[in-house]
């Protein structure tokens, strides 16, 4: 479903190109993040767990920036984790006023059980796409996301 809008040709192509985009993104990450939902995560905190296992601890800064998400947001993911017994976090001794978030055992070994399956979700979900689509997929959302302020 396309735009109603009745705008010049420039205009109505860009809000359906966005509309396709915003949808296929919405629909595909509701698919998978049902499966994150059975796992008992939300995204933000599977992302988190995921940076941690493969970029190493972070500091609470870093990690919010990886993930896109404001101080707030990033405390309140890392606080869940916490209880949950997923991460630990330590002051960074290098500098008092940050902390660094890491893995405890459980959590590497969720992480690491995880993972695998939810890549597999997410291969199911592009197998639609060829290999060159796929490619082609990723230039364009990396071209969209920097946006034109960063050219």
Do not use: W, Y
Not at 67 to 76: A, E, Q, R, V, Y
Not at 103 to 123: N, S, V
Not at 142 to 151: A, P, S
Request: glycine letters at 8%.
């Amino acid at each position: 479903m396309g735009t109603h809008f009745k705008g010049d040709k420039d205009e109505v192509r860009t809000l359906n190109a966005f509309i396709k985009l915003t949808r296929a993104s919405e629909s595909v990450n509701g698919r998978l993040s049902r499966h994150l939902s059975d796992a008992n995560l939300t995204v933000t905190q599977f992302g988190a767990l995921e940076a941690l296992l493969h970029l190493g601890p972070l500091n609470q800064r870093e990690l919010g920036q990886k993930l896109l998400k404001s101080g707030g947001n990033i405390t309140l993911v890392i606080d869940n984790l916490l209880k949950n017994g997923l991460v630990e976090k330590v002051t960074d001794p290098n500098d008092r006023r940050a902390v660094i978030i890491s893995l405890t055992k459980k959590g590497r070994a969720f992480i690491e059980d995880l993972f695998p399956q939810h890549l597999e979700r997410i291969k199911e979900e592009f197998s639609v796409l060829t290999s060159e689509e796929k490619e082609q997929l990723a230039l364009i959302c990396k071209k969209l996301g920097v946006g034109k302020e960063n050219e």
